[in-house]
């Protein structure tokens, strides 16, 4: 059975960085698509960024180009997320997502994604 697992959430300062770590477990995801959400209170789940397949082709929201960096362990089945210059409106419940059958076109819909973990809260203050 897969399994996500997220950790590194936490409070920090608008400005201040903060390292989300997925544990995957029950399949070998080399293979897989995988990719970071977030959900904001009254907000829909949003596209963060993802990681395509086997190989090293990202995609990031505008929102957080330039600031996030998302990166994969396959030996490890990890999936990080190194999230720096933080802003107040990146506040929300950051969620790991992996499926088998994701396409290039659709890896920014949560949609395309079967398994989820449970969600790591991130707080930016101001």
């Known amino acids: 059975q897969v399994q996500l697992v997220e950790s590194g959430g936490g409070l920090v300062q608008a400005g201040g960085s903060l390292r989300l770590s997925c544990a995957a477990s029950?399949?070998?995801?080399?293979?897989?698509?995988m990719g970071w959400f977030r959900q904001a209170p009254g907000k829909e789940r949003e596209f963060v960024a993802a990681?395509?397949?086997?190989?090293?082709?990202?995609h990031y929201a505008d929102s957080v180009k330039g600031r996030f960096a998302i990166s994969r362990d396959n030996a490890k089945n990890t999936l990080v997320l190194q999230m720096n210059n933080l802003k107040p409106e990146d506040t929300a419940v950051y969620y790991c997502?992996?499926?088998?059958?994701?396409?290039?076109?659709?890896?920014?819909?949560?949609?395309?994604?079967?398994?989820w973990g449970q969600g790591t809260q991130v707080t930016v203050s101001s």
């Open positions: 990681i395509f397949r086997a190989g090293s082709s990202t």
């Open positions: 029950g399949r070998t995801f080399g293979g897989w698509t």
């Open positions: 997502a992996a499926d088998s059958n994701v396409i290039w076109s659709s890896m920014t819909a949560a949609s395309a994604y079967d398994y």
